[in-house]
């Protein structure tokens, strides 16, 4: 009877899959943005403050990533210029950092896409939740799994007033001139997931 049981058992995670979670490394992990203006671009870093992605079997199907606005960093200026960008994108014009210190994104599919370029392996799904308010979004990711650890990578572009953050917006402001800020902006991350 036990060996009937356990041959179930075995036939039964052998087809369904064993989920678990995996935790988020964000120490190797790294976020970096590109913010584009008529005149030039900005670029930085934000740290990740927590995360993990659910594997079921060699399948990620799910997870949740939380982003520490408070961390964000521009990389591109020094001094006065560096604090006064800075000041400016944790202020209520972009991301309200002191009301909205976090972003989360939840994974909610994952699929496997042979047509993708760029290396690309996957196709992500999820919620943003960015300054309170949430969007659906899809981007196109590098993903590999081994078995004591999953690596992620993916570059796209958001448009930020999806979220109303309409500063300097040419879509929603006239005569800003050369003091426009394109809607879009980079996102790259490298993440790390282990057992």
């Known amino acids: 009877m036990k060996k009937l049981v356990l041959a179930a058992a075995t036939v039964l995670f052998s087809v369904a899959g064993f989920a678990q979670d995996l935790q988020v490394n964000t120490d190797e992990s790294k976020l970096e943005w590109v913010g584009e203006k008529v005149t030039g671009k900005h670029w930085g870093t934000v740290d990740i403050q927590k995360g993990m ?27 006065d210029s ?34 993708l370029k760029n290396g690309n392996t996957h196709s992500v799904t999820g919620i943003l939740s960015i300054k309170g308010k949430t969007e659906t979004i899809s981007f196109p990711a590098r993903l590999n799994v081994s078995d004591d650890e999953v690596t992620a990578f993916a570059s796209f572009k ?38």
């Open 53 to 79: 992605l659910t594997l079921d079997g060699n399948s990620i199907t799910g997870g949740e990533i939380h982003v520490n606005m408070a961390t964000i960093n521009v990389q591109d200026l020094e001094g």
């Open 82 to 115: 560096k604090a006064k960008l800075t000041g400016h994108l944790k202020s209520d014009d972009f991301f309200s950092v002191e009301q909205n210190p976090t972003v989360k994104f939840v994974i909610t599919k994952v699929k496997a896409d042979s047509k």
């Open 158 to 195: 958001l448009d930020r007033t999806k979220w109303n953050i309409r500063y300097g917006s040419g879509s929603f402001f006239d005569n800003l001139g050369d003091k426009t800020i394109y809607d879009e902006f980079q996102v790259k991350f490298n993440i790390t997931a282990s057992k």
